[in-house]
C-alpha cells in the first residue's frame, strides 16, 4: 500500500464515519405521524402497555411501537398527536351489525320474537329499505362507530355496494357481507338473484380498496337451503372470499336444523364445506361441546353479541368453554334494533360481566380477555388478524385514544379494568383508520353531522308515521 | 234604584270585571321555577309522556305538571329551564351504594371472592378507611352520580355523619345507613360500639335535615347473629328508622344461614322482626317462592344490583318472579368495588336486558318497568315512596332532563324504549334535586371538580404504591 493508498484509504474512513454521524443526527426515519399515549395498551401477544409510550405511522401502516423516547430517537414525524392523560389503543373490531338497521332504532322492543319480525322488522324492510334508505342509515352507523372508537366492522345488509360507498368515504375498515337468502327481499325475488348480486358484489370490489373486503352473507341456517350453504362455500373458496353468517343463535334454529338435516348448525357448516373458508359465524350461542372443537379447528371465527342475545332472548353463549376450547372468538353489537345502538364498549363491559354471573366464576373473561375479543381476537375472528386489531408494527394503524380526563375514571390503578369496566364511548377522543384521522378532539371528520341530522329526520318521520298510524 | 244607584251598581261591575280580568292576566300562581321538557316522562302511576310539558316547583315541591301550556296559563315562575330536546324526568334511585368505595375503582378485579375480600377489600379498607378517606370518596361519588342523573341514594359505609356532612353539602338526597357488624371493623371493635355508633347516628340525624334520613345497617345475616338482627329490628321500631342490609346475595350466603338456622335469609329477617320496618334489602338473587311472597306482604324493598351480581359472580336474581309476585323492586350500582362505577344508567339497561335472556323471554322487564325500578318503585323500595321517584304535584322537586341531540339518540320512536336502551349518563344536562340545580348544562355546581381532583390523587397515590409494592 502506497503512501497516497494509506491517504485515500484513511479519507474515506473519515467521509464514511462523518456520513454516518451526520445519518444518525439528521436522518431519522421521516414518518407520516407519531401518535402518543400516556398508557399504550398494544394488544400484542403478550398484551404489553407502555406507560409514555407511541406509535409511529408510515403510508397508513404501523412502523413502530415504544417509549416516547424510543420513538422520538428514531423518527421524524410530520404530524404528532399529543397522548397527555390519554390511553393509545387498537380502535374495536365490531364483529357483526346490520349498519343501516341503526334507523330502526327503538322501532319496536320487549315483544315476541314473531311479533318483532313479522309485525315491524319485515314490513318495515319491505316499505323502506332501498339504497337512500341504506346511505342514510349507512353514514348513521359509521358516524357513531366513528365517535364511539371501532374502527373496523363486519357487515350484512341489503345494498352492501351502497353501504360500501359509504365506507369509502368515512374512512372506517369494513368487511362487507352481500346479503343471500332463499326469500323475496328487498332488492329480490329470492335465492337465485340475491347469489348472482352477491357474487358480482365480492366480484367487483375484492381487491380494489385498501379497506373494503367483499364477502358473501347466507342469512342462516333456517333461510338457507344445505344445497344453497354448499353453494356458497364453493363460491367462496373459489374467489378467495369470506364468509358472513349467523349460526347456532337460538333454540329454534337448532331445533329447525335438527329437524331438518339431523345435525347440529356448526355440523352443518362442516358438511358443506364453510369450515375451510374464512367465515364469521354470528352469535354462536348454543355450540355443543363437539362443535367447538369443530369451530377451534377450522377457519371460522365466532362473534359473541352479548346485547343483542338476551335481548331477543337467544341467550347466554358459553364464551368461556368457547375460550378454552380456542375458538376465535371476536364481539359484536348486532344491528341496532336488537342492541339499541353500535357501542362496543357496553359489548366489551357486559362480556366481562355476563359469564361470571351466569357461571358462577368470578374469574372468568377477565378485563384483558375481554378487551382482546373486541379488538386482537375480534380481528382475527374476522379474518383480519394479519390487518388490524393490535399496535404492532406491519399493521395498518387502526387506533383510538380515550381521555381519562373524566374524574369517573379516577382513581387509576389498571388501565385495562379502567377501559373495561369504567370507561365508555363517550371517552373516546382520537379514531384512525389506516393512518387517516376519522375523528379528532372528540369531533368526527369525515361525515357531515348537520346534514347526516336533516336526512335521518326525513327518514324516521315517515317510519314514525307509519308507526303511529299502526297503534290507532 | 236611583239612576246615581243604577250607575254605581254598573261601575261596580265594570271594577268587577276588570279586577277578575286583571287578576286573570297578572294573578297566576307564583312559583321559584318551572323547567321544562320535549317529554315529560312523569313515571307516575299511568307513566304518563307529555309531549311538550312542564314541571312548577315552589319551595322544592312539585306544585303542578301539565303541558307547557297548561302551565304557562297558571303559573308565573321566576326562573325557567329550557326544554328543547330534551327529556325531562324524575331523577334515579341508587337503592345500594357504598359510595367512598370509589376510591377502589379497578383495584382488584376479576378475582375469586375470598381473595378479592380478603387480599385487597378488608386490608386496604383497615389500612384507609378514615374520616378523610371518606369525605374524599362520598365527594367523588356524589359528584358521579349528580353528573349521571341520580337524584337520591342509599348508602352503607363507615363514619356515616362524614357522609351526612358531604350529603347536605352537594345537595343530593341520602338515605345514610350506619354500619354494623360483629366484627372489628373501621373505627370498631366489634357490635356493641358499631351497633351504639349506629344508633347515635340515627338519632343525631334523625328528622333534622330535609334531604337525609339516617338508617341502621346490619351488614349481613352470615356476619350479624341472629340476636343482633333482633336487635336491630327492635330499634329501628321503636326510632321509625329504616334499615339496610345484605340479603340472599350468593349461594355462599344461603347455605351458612340455613346451617346455623335451618331457614332462608328472608325468613330469618321475618323472624328477627325485619319484615315489619322499612327495610332495604340489597341483592335478594336468591330469595324462594315462599321468600317472595313474604317480601310482597312485608315492608322489605328488594334492590337488584345487576352489574355486582354479575361482577361477583353472585347469580342473576328472579326479577320477573318477584316483580310479578308483587315485591317492591329498586335498582342499584353497589359500591364501585364491585361495578365499577355509579352509573344508573347501566344497571337500567342490564336489567332490560339481563332477565330476557336469561329467561328466554323477550317481553319481560321491558323498558317501562326497567325505568319503574330506577325512578318511583325505587323511591318505593328504599321507603321514599311518598317524596320522591315520580313527577307530580306534592313529591319532592327530583328531576333530571337528557338531551336528545346526539345523532346516537336518533331516531327516535319510543322515548322510553331511548331512555333505556341508548341513552346514557352522559346525555343528563340538568339534575335538580329538591328543586334545586346541582348541575346545569352538564356542569356540576356544588362540587369543586379540581380540588376534588387533588383530593383524589392524594389518596390514590398512596393506594397504588401500596398496590405495586403487593406485586413486587
Redesign the interface.
Known sequence: MTLKQIWQAAMLCVAMVSFEGYAMAEGKTAVDMVVHGRYVVTMDGAQDVIENGAVAVKDGAIVAVGTDADIASAYDAAESISGENRVLMPGFVNGHTHTAMV?F???A?????MT?LQEYIFPMEGRYVDPAFIEVGSE?AC??MI?GGTTSFVDMYFYPEVIAGVVDRCGLRAVIAAPMIDFPSPGFKGWDDSFAAGVKFVEDWQGKHARITPALAPHAPYTVSKEHLAQVAAKAKELGAPISIHIAED?AELKTVGDKYGITSVELMQEVGMTDVTTVAAHVVWPTESDMKTLAASKVGAIHNP?S????????APIPAMLAAGVKVGLGTDGAAS???L?MW?EL??A???H????????VV??RAALNMATKGGAEAVGLGEVTGSLEAGKRADMIQVSLDS??L?????VM??LV??A?A?DVVTTIVDGKVLMADGKVLTVD?DA??AK??A??DK??AD?DAKKQ
Open positions: 334507523l332504532r327503538g322501532m322492543d320487549d315483544l315476541a320474537l318483532w348513521l358516524w357513531e365517535q333454540k346485547t342475545n338476551l335481548k331477543t332472548a337467544a341467550g347466554i342492541n339499541n345502538d357501542d357496553e363491559r357486559l366481562a360481566l355476563l361470571k354471573g351466569a357461571g358462577g366464576d368470578p374469574t377477565p378485563a374524574l369517573r379516577s382513581p387509576l390503578y389498571d379494568s379502567q369496566y369504567a365508555g363517550r353531522k347526516l341530522r335521518v329526520k327518514v324516521a317510519i314514525r308507526l
